[in-house]
Nanobody, 124 residues
Framework: QVQLVESGGGLVQAGASLRLSCAAS????????MGWFRQALGKEREFVSA????????FYADSVKGRFTVSRDNAKNTVYLQMNSLKPEDTAVYYC?????????????????WGQGTQVTVSS
């Protein structure tokens, strides 16, 4: 079992930046692939970004590529999502997710551990 707690969300204007954090506890953090997903009101949950547990390979949705950066600090058991040049369409609840040996990092179904989410609202 691993427990995940997100933080760092808030209300910002378009063009601003936010950094989300996801603190993990329980098992060995470095054994887990980590993902970020978001869900806007009335929409399905969608993939945002992910980072492999080993090697640090990163993945991004096309909609955030070049604006968002995922990173992890295994010593602090934390994964981050740096979000720059935010747009109103980035408004959503952002969730951190984790699991071991994920095949399709873009699929929410492959992650068994989820945080409670943090709200990001971008005003125009």
């Amino acid at each position: 079992q691993v427990q995940l707690v997100e933080s760092g969300g808030g209300l910002v204007q378009a063009g601003a930046s936010l950094r989300l954090s996801c603190a993990a506890s329980g098992r060995t953090f470095s054994d887990y692939d980590m993902g970020w997903f978001r869900q806007a009101l009335g929409k399905e949950r969608e993939f945002v970004s992910a980072m492999r547990r080993r090697g640090g390979t990163t993945f991004y949705a096309d909609s955030v590529k070049g604006r968002f950066t995922v990173s992890r600090d295994n010593a602090k058991n934390t994964v981050y999502l740096q979000m720059n040049s935010l747009k109103p369409e980035d408004t959503a609840v952002y969730y951190c997710a984790a699991d071991r040996s994920i095949v399709r990092v873009t699929s929410a179904y492959e992650y068994n551990y989820w945080g409670q989410g943090t709200q990001v609202t971008v005003s125009s």
